[in-house]
């Protein structure tokens, strides 16, 4: 197993800058999880971990080797791509070891290393069986156990779980987790999905745009976005934002209304407010800070999400728990917890009160 860093990495195609100023260090036996939009550089970063890219500007360190000019196959890394990639003529025992086979490993110990594989991702019964016999999560796991034989330094997974459909992403998500607890490998996760990040990740890296926006861990960045834009990208539902302006008494939102978020004091001037939709109540019309009409409700079963039409507002998300029967039209109150709103500057970071 080994430890990455990255120092002031960068990587142009031409004149078009992809990658910039990265600098990261992940440590022996961490999951660490690159999310963000598509087109913001992740699945970029994590080809050039693995030399598939040649890199630009910087360094990449694999433990205390730098390996910017070190080949794909001499990096000791295994990657599972988000298509399994098995050969549709071999069973999956062979799909597993062949790897072990091109290295001309003896038959006994490319046994061993597969038997061993299959126990720790339950196929053990499905080792004579072609790839086209298995469901999806099946052949994914067969690439991951592909991985695992070779006992690489570090596994990188580039969106693993995007062909699969939502029943199988969960089971999945829960056998990478399960998969990271028994070898205790560093793994590098790329995933434009935030909540694979958030259930998965020892720290999560954001990026935006070719840069880090913002590294922590899942409930850092939930609780303390350092931008508007991790503001927006972490959580599902995503956080509300609304405009605000300052005024002598608080934080004025439209329709008239004014807030004193924590930590408020007179010369924050905020230009947008967030809050999350779990941080909103609805309330009587005569005990609420605005008001709107609900235009579409959503019923997860343990939760509903309220979607609600505010003059001069996005629509706002708000979570009730249980099952809320709320008709589309009704006029609705909606109450602010005061304590957990986030002030935004118009850069885009996030403002600090002065008692938070």
Avoid at 332 to 340: A, E, P
Wanted: glycine letters at 10%; aromatic letters at 6%; proline letters at 4%.
């Amino acid at each position: 197993m080994a430890e990455i860093s990255f120092s002031n990495l960068s990587k142009n195609y031409g004149s078009i800058e992809v990658l910039r100023n990265i600098n990261l260090y992940i440590k022996d036996g961490e999951f660490i999880v690159l999310v963000g939009p598509s087109g913001c550089g992740k699945s970029t970063l994590l080809r050039l971990i693995a030399g598939l890219e040649t890199i630009t500007g910087g360094e990449i360190s694999i433990g205390s080797q730098i390996v910017n000019d070190l080949e794909p196959r001499d990096r000791d890394l295994s990657m599972i791509f988000q298509s399994y990639a098995l050969y549709p003529h071999m069973d999956v025992a062979r799909n597993m070891g062949f790897s072990l086979e091109i290295r001309k490993e003896n038959k006994d110990k490319r046994q061993s290393l597969v038997a061993k594989a299959a126990k720790t991702l339950g196929l053990e019964d499905y080792l004579d069986r072609l790839p086209k016999a298995l469901s999806g999560g099946q052949r994914q796991r067969v690439a991951m156990g592909r991985a695992i034989v070779r006992k690489p330094r570090a596994f990188l997974f580039d969106e693993p779980l995007s062909n699969l459909d939502a029943a199988l992403r969960i089971g999945m998500r829960f056998e990478i987790a399960k998969l990271h607890q028994k070898l205790g490998a560093t793994m590098i996760y790329v995933t434009h999905d935030q909540v694979e990040a958030m259930t998965l990740a020892d720290r999560i890296v954001v990026m935006n745009a070719g840069e880090i926006e913002q590294v922590g861990t899942p409930i850092d960045l939930y609780e303390q976005p350092q931008t508007l834009f991790v503001a927006k990208f972490i959580g599902s539902p995503s956080m509300n934002i609304v405009p605000a302006s300052q005024s002598d008494d608080g934080i004025e939102l439209p329709g008239g209304k004014t807030v004193k978020p924590g930590g408020w004091s007179k010369n924050l001037n905020p230009v947008q407010l967030g809050f999350r939709p779990e941080h909103l109540s609805l309330v009587e019309i005569g005990k609420a800070d605005c008001t709107g009409k609900a235009i579409v409700t959503e019923h997860l079963g343990s939760d509903t999400f309220v979607y609600v039409d505010v003059k001069g507002w996005d629509p706002v998300i708000v979570r009730q728990r249980g099952n809320s029967n709320i008709q589309s039209g009704t006029e609705l109150g909606i109450s602010f917890d005061t304590s957990r709103l986030y002030m935004f500057a118009k850069d885009g970071k996030t403002i600090r009160g002065t008692d938070t």
